[in-house]
């Protein structure tokens, strides 16, 4: 789950991420454990973490249209 919404696939769990409204970010994992982030925070560290290890995209190209065609991913692509 993420904060409380069942995820449908790889997909689904990219937009449920992408699209959080909330401070923080719950992920329910198996077994009872649970991830807890603070939204913001998370993507910056992402952003740093792209841009010092020289990766292009913090995800391929078929769930970026997903998101947006027309747009890169926000987030993952912001320059920090």
Known sequence: KVNGVEVD???HLCQ???NCKT???RIDL???RV???HYESARIA???ILKRHRI???MS???LMEQNPDTELVSCSAAV
Request: aromatic share 0%; proline share 0%; no cysteine.
């Open 9 to 11: 696939n790889l997909r």
């Open 16 to 18: 449920l991420i992408e």
């Open 23 to 25: 401070e923080n970010l």
């Open 30 to 32: 198996e077994e009872g």
């Open 35 to 37: 991830l807890g982030l």
């Open 46 to 48: 992402t952003s740093k």
């Open 56 to 58: 292009a995209s913090a």
């Open 61 to 63: 190209k078929d769930l």
